[in-house]
């Protein structure tokens, strides 16, 4: 069993940057992904960008291109989240994911965290 534990939300203006973590731990191994999907308020849950943690390949929702960047560490089974340049549409709960794919679909993922809140204000 996985478990993924994400940190670093908080409150911010917008403009401002935000980093948020996510440290998988129990049965990892090498060969898996690791992501990030949001939720606004009143909204579905939808993909931000993933990893592979071995290959370290990503890809990113068109929506965050050029302002978020997910790096890992793999020794530490943890991904970050750089947030740059937030904006107010970018208020929501962060999920962190995993499993042995990297893939946009949320259904494709099988361990989730608990979220972390994300709010920006105007």
């Known amino acids: 069993q996985v478990q993924m534990t994400e940190s670093g939300g908080g409150l911010v203006q917008a403009g401002d940057s935000l980093t948020l973590s996510c440290v998988a731990s129990g049965r990892t191994n090498s060969q898996y992904a690791m992501g990030w999907f949001r939720q606004p308020q009143g909204k579905t849950r939808d993909f931000v960008a993933a990893?592979?943690?071995?290959?370290?390949?990503?890809t990113y929702a068109d929506s965050v291109k050029g302002r978020f960047t997910i790096s890992r560490d793999k020794e530490k089974h943890t991904i970050y989240l750089h947030m740059n340049a937030l904006k107010p549409e970018d208020a929501a709960v962060y999920y962190c994911?995993?499993?042995?794919?990297?893939?946009?679909?949320?259904?494709?993922?099988?361990?989730w965290g608990q979220g972390t809140l994300v709010t920006v204000s105007s």
């Open positions: 990893m592979h943690m071995s290959g370290g390949s990503t």
């Open positions: 994911t995993a499993d042995h794919r990297i893939t946009t679909v949320e259904q494709g993922y099988g361990v």
